[in-house]
């Protein structure tokens, strides 16, 4: 019996660290996204504040996305402790999230957290930064 427990938590490793794997591509599509969008604002002329109100909501985006991705991290752990302890805990992700899961503010500041982390916030604050920049008249 605790062979194929131990299968099973492998088995969650393997589909976790591809999932986890998945949400950095994730990521760098929507850091790559607010930069062709700043850019394209740039080369339409639009409005400073639309173009940083459009790096803003990407931004945050990035941030709820990465608080999932963190999520999965953390549960890769324990189950990485449950197959160096011979434990089972197999399949228990989202029993796991749900009974630590946050009240709504709870969860508005994960999001904020995780938006604020630095491999996040680059390149975003600097986006916003040369939109400012370049917005101020001469």
């Known amino acids: 019996m ?13 589909t976790l660290q591809n999932n986890y794997e998945q949400y950095e591509k994730g ?3 929507i850091k790559l996204l607010a930069i062709a969008l700043c850019a394209a604002g740039f080369a339409l002329a639009l409005h400073e504040m639309l173009i940083a109100l459009l790096l ?7 941030g709820i996305f990465r608080t999932f991705q963190a999520r999965l991290g953390a549960r890769i752990l324990r ?5 160096k302890a011979g434990e089972s805990t197999a399949f228990q992700l989202h ?5 630590s899961r946050p009240g709504t503010l709870g969860l508005l500041a994960e999001y904020a957290c995780g938006a604020l982390r ?3 916030a680059f390149p975003y604050a600097v ?10 008249p001469a």
């Open 2 to 14: 605790l062979d194929r427990e131990l299968t099973a938590l492998g088995q969650e490793w393997t």
């Open 27 to 29: 990521g760098l599509l």
């Open 56 to 62: 803003l909501v990407l931004w945050l985006q990035e």
């Open 79 to 83: 189950v990485e402790q449950g197959l």
């Open 95 to 99: 029993s796991e999230w749900l009974a």
């Open 118 to 120: 630095p491999t996040v």
């Open 127 to 136: 986006l916003l930064l040369m939109v400012a920049a370049l917005g101020m």
